[in-house]
């Protein structure tokens, strides 16, 4: 019998996806058609079916052998709900894993255990993330998978490497399979996170030799998917190092060191997510620098012309002056006098400002 805690168990919807539909999504309008699969651990190692009906669940049940129930498409979760009545699943337990998109979870109760995450991916643009939410409830003897969008087999390597081996009790245990399970979903963050690196690292070399302000907005929507990145992982550190308190029955000493270590992976992600953060944050003060060294040079330059057209301005202006007695008016050669020695000053101004490297332009890259 189930004791949660109050609350604990309410559906707690996200007010946006955490990133954009994938493409399968698209296709059939927002809901990838379900389709269930179950695969059976029996004596002679793991046997892969297909569920057509709630009476095929039942004869499955009546095996009573270990069963991973792999659900993919949650466009009828009404159907899906009567399906699984059946394997004795409290109905209180479907909505979290139903309803999408879901706040990231971990909850614990008596005779079961609840998670929810979101597989994030990358689309051609490594800029534009994507999303599908999974959902996993680990019960005594069973094992069920939501996954709300899937192109090809549910969980391909894991199922592979399960039907290839024989049939050791180890490998059958579904509290193993759980954190398998949830470790290849947080594992696909880390190409993620590597990607957005590299990429931020050639947008800072950029933003330093060349700023534009289309590299900003390319930062700002990394910094962003950091940001949805951070979010996912944030509530699973407490929730996990919650679990792992607790001890929960229906993990076995391999599965609580493999949650363990799972505490550990995600607090490495969260610090990567904390350092791409402050890396797009580095960005952003090159970008500043770089815009506001090429200003600089700019008023340089023309601080440098006025400084040089100054003194010919004023010897310009006394020699255009009218006055009656003027000796300078009657020179034969004056007009020529005048203008060499305003070549002289100006030469000799030139050669002073290059001698204190005024003419040297700190915006050229090195």
Request: with cysteine; proline share 6%; glycine share 6%.
């Amino acid at each position: 019998m189930l004791r949660p805690t109050p609350g604990a168990l309410t559906s707690r919807r996200l007010e946006e996806r955490p990133a954009s539909l994938p493409t399968e999504l698209y296709v059939h309008g927002g809901h990838q058609p379900s389709r269930l699969s179950a695969m059976v651990f029996g004596p002679n190692g793991a046997e892969l079916c297909t569920v057509a009906t709630a009476r095929d669940l039942q004869r499955l049940k009546a095996l009573g052998a270990p069963i991973w129930l792999r659900v993919v498409g949650l466009s009828h979760p009404d159907q899906i709900s009567t399906q699984l009545e059946g394997l004795g699943i409290p109905p209180l337990l479907l909505p979290p894993l139903l309803e999408v998109p879901q706040r990231p979870r971990v909850d614990s109760l008596d005779h079961a255990l609840l998670v929810v995450l979101h597989r994030l991916a990358t689309a051609r643009d490594p800029a534009h993330l994507i999303s599908s939410q999974v959902g996993l409830l680990l019960m005594p003897n069973l094992l069920v998978s939501f996954e709300e969008a899937n192109k090809g087999d549910s969980f391909a390597e894991i199922t592979a490497w399960l039907r290839s081996n024989a049939s050791a009790v180890d490998q059958r245990d579904l509290d193993d399979i759980l954190h398998y399970l949830i470790d290849d979903v947080l594992d696909g963050l880390f190409p993620i996170l590597e990607q957005m690196a590299n990429r931020l690292d050639e947008l800072e070399e950029a933003a330093l030799r060349r700023a534009k302000p289309r590299l900003l907005t390319m930062a700002f929507q990394h910094r962003s998917n950091v940001r949805r990145i951070r979010h996912q992982i944030w509530p699973l550190r407490h929730q996990i190092r919650k679990l792992l308190r607790q001890r929960q029955q229906l993990l076995g000493p391999e599965a609580l060191a493999g949650f363990t270590d799972m505490a550990e992976q995600v607090e490495l992600l969260f610090e990567n997510c904390e350092l791409l953060r402050h890396q797009c944050d580095g960005i952003s003060q090159a970008y500043a620098a770089t815009v506001s060294n090429r200003m600089n040079q700019v008023m340089k330059t023309l601080t440098i012309i006025t400084s040089i057209f100054a003194p010919l301005t004023v010897i310009g202006g006394i020699y255009g002056m009218n006055f009656e007695h003027m000796p300078e008016l009657h020179w034969r050669h004056g007009y020529a006098y005048a203008l060499l020695l305003m070549a002289l000053v100006a030469t000799l101004q030139v050669w002073l400002l290059q001698r204190r490297g005024w003419f040297q332009d700190w915006t050229t890259p090195r």
